[in-house]
């Protein structure tokens, strides 16, 4: 069973930034993709930034340019780097990775509020 736990999460300032984590305690037997979604009150869930097959990157139009997806293998984490964040921004950031048998694992989230 896997277990995925961010942290990082905050309050902060328009243009500020935040760096969240993701520590996998487990794994899917082989991991397709993985990365971030966020959900706002009122909104669908959505993916934000995500490491794909063969190491590509994927990064919604609203985050490009001002959020940075990473991983270290050796920690088994996964981060998001965030900056210029603006209120926008602000929603629980949800840990996703999805194995080749495409089961979803989410983390419990972690909050991210910015203030206007």
């Known amino acids: 069973q896997v277990q995925l736990v961010e942290s990082g999460g905050g309050l902060v300032q328009t243009g500020g930034s935040l760096r969240l984590s993701c520590v996998g305690y487990?794994?899917?037997?082989?991991?397709?993709?993985m990365g971030w979604d966020r959900q706002a009150p009122g909104k669908q869930r959505e993916p934000v930034a995500f490491?794909?097959?063969?190491?590509?990157?994927d990064y919604a139009q609203s985050v490009k340019d001002r959020f940075t997806i990473s991983r270290d293998d050796a920690e088994n984490t996964m981060y998001l780097q965030m900056d210029k964040l603006n209120p926008e921004d602000t929603a629980i950031y949800y840990c996703?990775?999805?194995?080749?048998?495409?089961?979803?694992?989410w983390g419990r989230g972690t909050q991210v509020t910015v203030s206007s």
């Open positions: 490491l794909l097959t063969g190491g590509r990157t």
């Open positions: 487990g794994s899917p037997a082989r991991v397709r993709v």
């Open positions: 996703h990775v999805i194995s080749y048998d495409n089961m979803n694992f």
